[in-house]
T-cell receptor, first 111, second 116 residues
Framework: GQQLNQSPQSMFIQEGEDVSMNCTSS?????WLWYKQEPGEGPVLLIA?????ELTSNGRLTAQFGITRKDSFLNISASIPSDVGIYFC???????????FGTGTSLTVIP | GAGVSQSPSNKVTEKGKDVELRCDPI?????LYWYRQSLGQGLEFLIY????????KSGLPSDRFSAERTGGSVSTLTIQRTQQEDSAVYLC??????????????FGDGTRLSIL
């Protein structure tokens, strides 16, 4: 099935730094989701975006639905060790009936 | 329970054996999905069910894989004559309805399958 292009593939940052990752698609999407997966667990939904240009925050996390509707961004401010995990984007297009998932961004926070 | 429940959490078996993985979705969720996640990789869609409709099996990698959903609730994913390349985490997700762009999927913790 279709996969989204997510970057960067991995990040190693110092505690306290800000983080930015993004997801792009060749198709127009009408929904973007961001998930976090910790070792040994399933993905947990962080933020859902339903409108182009929408900017939504969840604590230190902020995600945006790109104006072109082909991309989305996730930012984490003032990272802490418990932010470690793999972050996945997922998108839903008008022409399909399922969500497509990105390949993930692995985040390591160095104390 | 409140979330998607999967069992077993870990399964180790010998090559050639059959395995059955179980998923209990969130109560009231009519859509159920199975994904496979290989080490360090993203999510590979396998199959989904919506209510009593025929499932979309387009993601199943071979005819050794099958899934059923009885009574519109619990689902089992069966892998026959397992191969070493079947080793992965198998994730189940459910959503209130299928196909809705405003219906995010909620995941279980997965079954970690290791084929010796």
């Amino acid at each position: 099935g279709q996969q989204l292009n997510q970057s960067p593939q991995s990040m190693f940052i110092q505690e306290g730094e800000d983080v930015s990752m993004n997801c792009t698609s060749s198709s127009i999407f009408n929904t973007w989701l961001w998930y976090k997966q910790e070792p040994g667990e399933g993905p947990v939904l962080l933020i859902a975006l339903y409108k182009a240009g929408e900017l939504t925050s969840n604590g230190r996390l902020t995600a945006q639905f790109g104006i072109t509707r082909k991309d989305s961004f996730l930012n984490i401010s003032a990272s802490i060790p418990s932010d470690v995990g793999i972050y996945f984007c997922a998108g839903h297009s008008n022409t399909g009936n399922q969500f497509y998932f990105g390949t993930g961004t692995s985040l390591t926070v160095i104390p | 329970g409140a979330g998607v429940s999967q069992s077993p959490s870990n399964k180790v078996t010998e090559k050639g054996k059959d395995v059955e993985l179980r998923c209990d979705p969130i109560s009231g969720h009519t859509a159920l999905y199975w994904y496979r996640q290989s080490l360090g990789q993203g999510l590979e869609f396998l199959i989904y069910f919506q209510g009593n409709s025929a499932p979309d099996k387009s993601g199943l990698p071979s005819d050794r894989f099958s899934a059923e959903r009885t009574g519109g609730s619990v689902s089992t994913l069966t892998i026959q004559r397992t191969q070493q390349e079947d080793s992965a985490v198998y994730l189940c997700a459910s959503s209130l309805v299928w196909g809705g762009s405003n219906q995010p999927q909620h995941f279980g913790d997965g079954t970690r399958l290791s084929i010796l």
